[in-house]
């Protein structure tokens, strides 16, 4: 009796898959950028929410603080839309 060799997968079910594979370490890698943007953001709102905050802390600094508080703000809100936009993709079998 002859084994015969496995077979593989087409070339073009090969090249989903790897897409798949991509877009998924992607999406890992965009989450963990969320969290850091979302970590940031409870940091800087621990910081003001300090009784002696604005006391001890210089206006430039205060002002520093909100832009990049503002700029963390807008990254996140990306990251989370571009996060949807490829989940729904990737649910719908279509990555």
């Not at 905050?53 to 989370?80: F, G, M, N």
Request: proline share 5%; aromatic share 4%; hydrophobic share 30%.
């Amino acid at each position: 009796r002859k084994t015969q060799a496995p077979t593989r997968a087409p070339r073009s079910n090969r090249k989903g898959k790897n897409k798949q594979r991509r877009t998924a370490a992607q999406q890992e890698k965009r989450l963990a950028r969320i969290e850091k943007a979302e970590a940031r953001l409870a940091e800087i709102d621990a910081l003001r929410c300090e009784p002696t905050y604005y006391a001890k802390t210089s206006p430039d600094q205060i002002k520093a603080l909100e832009c990049e508080h503002a700029d963390v703000e807008r990254e996140l809100a990306a990251l989370l839309e571009e996060w949807a936009e490829v989940e729904e993709t990737m649910d719908k079998g279509d990555p």
